[in-house]
């Protein structure tokens, strides 16, 4: 239980580093397409969603076997990309940037999340509501490239 | 956001006093019913569950009002009784202390359930989750506990 912590808390390590970057006026002068999300909605779903990737790590890290290490390298990477978007998005206002970088996210994701379904089913179960955001939240970011450029 | 990363830190903080006692040989000596679930999958669904209680004290404390810190007070309450169940159970060995104890926090939760959603929809539902849970944990500890008498 203590490693489910442990794991727990890496998860919210881009939520941490995204609450360095407040910039609500700059999300709000935006243009944003017709089906964007209310503001006060992001950090609900992603509080939810890295619980539940924090736990499909540690499912992945207890069973164990050869390739864990891998696996949960994937995971790390995604994390790590992650974490950058907010930066690049809110720090720099950059979303042309941010959505390649958001791109390749979505690619790490779709491996991470193989890699856990090749593991342990629930692990990879665990990550598919992740990975839905993360396809809603890159339509997302290309639509409001597009609306600003 | 850093406010809600405050509200999710509070929530886990029955998960931290969880990790201090663990008994998994205790657990599994037991007598359990049929319909237990595995061991290893308590973790995860409080992880998920703890954020989602999170999240709703949040969306309680930001949109604010008469009676919002009434609502949050019943909140710790029930997350203070969250936090006494292990120790009772699993530090004192003693299922039935802990099921007059569940049996109150099972009150608790739907005190605060009804006090969300009468400030705010969302908030109320995303205890709901929580609350089935702890339903379904009080049936556990009855059964654990008249398995064992």
Known sequence: MKRLLLWLAAAFVP???GAAFPAPDYY??????????PPWLFGPV???LYAMIGVAAWLVSR????GTGKALGLWGGQLALN????????GLRA??????????????VVVTTVAFFAR???????????LAWVTFATALNFEIWRLNR
């Open 28 to 37: 709000a002068d935006l243009r944003k397409p017709s089906w964007a999300p």
């Open 63 to 66: 069973r164990g076997g050869s």
């Open 15 to 17: 939520a941490a580093i």
């Open 83 to 90: 974490a950058a978007w907010t930066p690049i998005f809110f």
């Open 46 to 48: 992603w509080s939810v």
């Open 95 to 108: 979303p042309g940037p941010a959505l390649v970088e958001i791109a390749v996210l979505w690619v790490a």
């Open 120 to 130: 342990r089913t629930a692990a990879g179960a665990l990550m598919l509501p992740y």
